[in-house]
T-cell receptor, first 114, second 111 residues
Framework: NAGVTQTPKFQVLKTGQSMTLQCAQD?????MYWYRQDPGMGLRLIYY???????DKGEVPNGYNVSRLNKREFSLRLESAAPSQTSVYFC?????????????FGNGTRLTVT | QKEVEQDPGPLSVPEGAIVSLNCTYS??????FMWYRQYSRKGPELLMY????GNKEDGRFTAQVDKSSKYISLFIRDSQPSDSATYLC???????????FGSGTKLNVKP
């Protein structure tokens, strides 16, 4: 039972380069999320998708775009990477997105932008 | 003021000690409370989940919620070196897609 799978695990980019972070879940969850985690800042929500076909901005959406490809997959794109986007990125999913359905996380993508 | 406050630690205890981890919050609408364990270079893993006030026990772990004081706790009995991790609290008022996280407490259990 894989849960939430993220690829790649590590990535180094130069300023201005683009990349897409991939996330897939096999738990039949409806809601999916992208967070970034930085020292001293905790987890901050970038974008979320309440259900297939919908996406919404979170707390820190600038510089990112997302695509909910189907019910299982939710990708995060950095169009022009900046050093401020150096972080650990976590994908999460929830059955309903409400408090009675906790989040389940992947193991993260560690991104460095030089 | 942050919605959820959590002491970052680090908290260092000897093996076998009872550990108490805590979070305070300001929003009285929170009803669902979660504790996540995060090992180094891994994602947060759901450890405990409770609804409203009261206690919930699972093996060596007990989650406690005091809504009147807006205070939640995670107790770890007979702590082990394998419990060394960062512990995150999270909460939700049953608002759609609104989960609020503490910044995490780093725990080190010494053999």
């Amino acid at each position: 039972n894989a849960g939430v799978t993220q690829t790649p695990k590590f990535q180094v980019l130069k300023t201005g380069q683009s990349m897409t972070l991939q996330c897939a879940q096999d738990m039949n969850h409806n809601s999916m999320y992208w967070y970034r985690q930085d020292p001293g800042m905790g987890l901050r929500l970038i974008y979320y998708s309440a259900s297939e076909g919908t996406t919404d901005k979170g707390e820190v959406p600038n510089g990112y775009n997302v695509s909910r490809l189907n019910k299982r997959e939710f990708s995060l794109r950095l169009e022009s990477a900046a050093p401020s986007q150096t972080s650990v990125y976590f994908c999460a999913s929830s059955f309903s997105g409400t408090g009675d359905s906790p989040l389940h996380f992947g193991n993260g993508t560690r991104l460095t932008v030089t | 003021q942050k919605e959820v406050e959590q002491d970052p630690g680090p908290l260092s205890v000897p093996e076998g000690a009872i550990v108490s981890l805590n979070c305070t919050y300001s929003n009285s609408a929170f009803q669902y409370f979660m504790w996540y364990r995060q090992y180094s270079r891994k994602g947060p893993e759901l450890l405990m989940y409770t609804y409203s006030s009261g206690n919930k026990e699972d093996g060596r772990f007990t989650a406690q919620v005091d809504k009147s004081s807006k205070y939640i706790s995670l107790f770890i009995r007979d702590s082990q070196p394998s419990d060394s991790a960062t512990y995150l609290c999270a909460m939700n008022g049953n608002n759609f897609n609104k989960f609020y996280f503490g910044s995490g407490t780093k725990l080190n259990v010494k053999p």
